[in-house]
């Protein structure tokens, strides 16, 4: 488990190197297709996306925890509101080695709980009333030992960091498009060099259109290996993988709707909150693995019959 949590963590800062990349691309094609080829223009497009998206880091990594929190409705609480939650909380953060994270509570039948923050000293775990009805205490702690699990290997700081690199790709290309088609009918090509012209914007409105998704693919291919990883840290924890083993099932079989949940947020849940009959599920990509591989992991480790403690870098 070792070796996959560092190979993880090389593997992350690998992809938020190639989404700054998408990123500086797509500003460089803007600014020549704007420019008519210009190449100091692209330059110039691209450093200025710098400054865009530190802004919008900054925003996130002090006010991100927040605006998730608000963003999905959850109340903090305290020992007495629930206290077998909080025991729970407390005592996987005593197995994990952290701090205790604060606690929230989402009033929603649907059953489902995430963690947020940008380390282990300004997190949050945030569970469903529906969580804290349909699970039992074995499956309750399954999934809280997941979640922490998430805050020690500092997936929380990896997903807002992610969240706002493509956030920002998605945000200047849509800004680009928008300023292509409604001027496109007062535009006229120029006599010289108008083919060339039109080539480049062709070029930069396919990558504003592929951007986006390339941006996503990175994000998704880190967030599936991470909820891979954090299931096995839960089961290190718990020293019981059949309890968030059942937990993911129960979880995944229930058709209550969670509202408050968009895409913005579905890929923090331990399992994606969207149902696949609703309609702002329409989508090419899933945020999670498939339940099925992740439970069969889990059995599978609980056949091994040891599990051993993995070495914080």
């Known amino acids: 488990m070792y070796d996959l949590i560092r190979a993880n963590k090389r593997n992350s800062w690998l992809l938020i190197f190639l989404c700054a990349l998408v990123l500086l691309g797509l500003a460089a094609s803007i600014g020549l297709a704007a420019s008519e080829g210009d190449p100091e223009a692209g330059i110039a497009f691209a450093i200025l996306a710098i400054p865009l998206f530190f802004v919008l880091f900054m925003a996130s990594w002090f006010g ?18 629930h206290p077998q939650l909080f025991n729970v909380v407390e005592e996987m953060a005593i197995a994990a080695g952290l701090p205790m994270p604060d606690v929230y509570i989402i009033e929603d039948s649907a059953p489902n709980a995430f963690a947020t923050g940008r380390d282990p000293n300004h997190s949050a775990v945030a569970v469903t009333t529906g969580l804290l009805e349909k699970l039992d205490r074995n499956e309750l702690q399954g999934v ?8 020690r290997n500092y997936d929380i700081r990896f997903a807002l960091l992610m969240a706002v690199m493509v956030g920002t790709i998605a945000l ?20 010289e060099g108008g083919g060339g012209h039109i080539i480049l914007l062709l070029i930069a409105i396919l990558f504003a ?8 693919l990175i994000q998704l291919a880190v967030s599936r290996q991470r909820e891979f990883l954090a299931d096995s840290s839960a089961a290190e924890l718990t020293r019981y993988p059949e309890g968030l083993a059942s937990a993911l099932l129960k979880i995944s079989r229930d058709e209550e709707v969670l509202e408050v949940a968009n895409r913005a947020t579905q890929h923090m849940y331990i399992v994606n909150p969207i149902k696949p ?17 992740r439970v069969a992991r889990l059995r599978s480790i609980a056949q091994q019959g040891e599990i051993r403690n993995p070495t914080q870098e």
């Open 209 to 216: 259109l592929l951007a986006p998704l390339i941006g996503k």
């Open 64 to 81: 991100g925890r927040r605006m998730v929190l608000s963003m999905s409705d959850a109340r903090r609480i305290e020992h007495a509101d």
């Open 277 to 293: 009959f609703e309609d702002r599920a329409k989508a090419l990509f899933s945020t999670h693995p498939p339940i099925e591989e």
């Open 144 to 151: 809280i030992a997941h979640e922490m699990s998430h805050i």
């Open 172 to 191: 200047i290309s849509d800004a680009f498009l928008r300023g292509v088609f409604r001027g496109s009918g007062r535009r006229s090509s120029r006599k």
